[in-house]
């Protein structure tokens, strides 16, 4: 498997501009989350996924963000407009429920808002 | 909430033995784990060990776990340059949910 995949890597993007995040699981893996790492406040839980299902989006900063999974394998997290202070690396995981052993991590995307 | 804690900077010689801690307040955790992030990259995980442990060694990892003091450390046996990295202890009640990070300790390896 080729791991949990992320794109873009990079994005640069203007203050205002809706930016689109996308994260491919490894197959079969049936959790799904986005984490957002900063410098400030480290990894903070934004959303996370069972079976395509959001089970738990409390960590969703503002209504400016928005995550989907329309299916097993996609699911993009979408701000918009976004600011200057939503610059940070997000990244996806993905699990099993018969693994307990933790997450698998996507490369991250590295945002930056001017 | 959860809250895990551990040091921002850790410094050694290669070939010394590191010792990363980490406190965490959640009595119900039953998984804790260290993972490890390599500059530009996400997070690996390292190991794990379930919270009716002691101890846990994995090669040149070993983990210590006082349940009592909710207290949980990575020994990094002869220390090597590509150790340096940013490691994370993290912990939760079920490996498939929520996992809640520490801030990072930042392992620098001196030659």
Redesign the interface.
């Known amino acids: 498997d080729a791991g949990?995949i992320q794109s873009p890597r990079h994005e640069v993007t203007e203050m205002g501009q809706e930016v689109t995040l996308r994260c491919k699981p490894i197959s079969g893996h049936d959790?799904l989350?986005w984490y957002r790492q900063t410098m400030m406040r480290?990894?903070e839980?934004l959303i996370?996924f069972n079976n395509n299902v959001p089970?738990?989006d409390s960590g969703m900063p503002e209504d400016r963000f928005s995550a989907k999974m329309p299916n097993a394998s996609f699911s993009t997290l979408k701000i918009q407009p976004s600011e200057p202070r939503d610059s940070a690396v997000y990244?996806c995981?993905s699990?099993?429920?018969?693994?307990?052993?933790?997450?698998?991590?996507?490369?991250?995307t590295r945002l930056t808002v001017v | 909430g959860e809250d895990v804690e551990q040091s921002l900077f850790l410094s050694v010689r290669e070939g010394d033995s590191s010792v990363i801690n980490c406190t965490y307040t959640d009595s119900s955790s039953t998984?804790l784990?260290w993972?490890k992030q390599e500059p530009?990259?996400?997070?690996?995980?390292l190991t794990?060990i379930f919270s009716n442990m002691d101890m846990k060694q994995d090669q040149r990892l070993t983990v210590l776990l006082n349940k009592k003091d909710k207290h949980l450390s990575l020994r990094i046996a002869d220390t090597q340059t590509g150790d340096s990295a940013i490691y994370?202890c993290?912990e939760?009640i079920?490996?498939?949910?929520?996992?809640?990070?520490?801030?990072?300790t930042k392992l620098q390896v001196i030659p």
């Open positions: 949990v959790y989350f480290g990894l839980l996370y089970i738990d990244f995981a699990t099993m429920r018969e693994e307990n052993y933790g997450y698998t991590f996507g490369s991250g | 998984y784990y993972y530009g990259a996400g997070l690996q995980l794990y994370f993290a939760s079920r490996g498939y949910q929520k996992v809640t990070f520490g801030i990072g």
